[in-house]
Nanobody
Framework: VQLQASGGGLVQLGGSLRLSCAASGRTSSSYAMAWFRQAPGKEREFVAALSWRGGSTYYANSVKGRFIISRDNAKNTVYLQMNSPKPEDTALYYC?????????????????WGQGTLVTVSS
């Protein structure tokens, strides 16, 4: 399984940005996907997760109400819509995939990771 994240860049305070993560390879019939991030000098943290059927979503409190995770199963792609970003959202964003199909906020549940895409929020 390979994950290719894209869409990062510079965004102004209060703007919007959409990240994408395309999965390829032997993804099996169902899987959960998530976004994590790591800011400079900080540990990696959970951002959002989505189950295979999209019925279950989880968000970190810090992004709840501002970010939206969604997926297009036909394209094997997950998205992270970032609305009203703040400077503290600046980080390297990673997408992750779990073959269990169950969404989780625990990084250890995800066996596959993308290379990361950098998001910088300017004030």
């Amino acid at each position: 399984v390979q994950l290719q994240a894209s869409g990062g860049g510079l965004v102004q305070l209060g703007g919007s940005l959409r990240l994408s993560c395309a999965a390829s390879g032997r993804t099996s019939s169902s899987y959960a996907m998530a976004w994590f991030r790591q800011a400079p000098g900080k540990e990696r943290e959970f951002v959002a997760a989505l189950s295979w059927r999209g019925g279950s979503t989880y968000y970190a409190n810090s992004v709840k109400g501002r970010f939206i995770i969604s997926r297009d199963n036909a394209k094997n792609t997950v998205y992270l819509q970032m609305n009203s970003p703040k400077p503290e959202d600046t980080a390297l964003y990673y997408c992750a995939l779990s073959l269990t199909g169950r969404a989780s906020d625990e990084a250890s549940r995800y066996g596959y990771w993308g290379q990361g895409t950098l998001v910088t929020v300017s004030s």
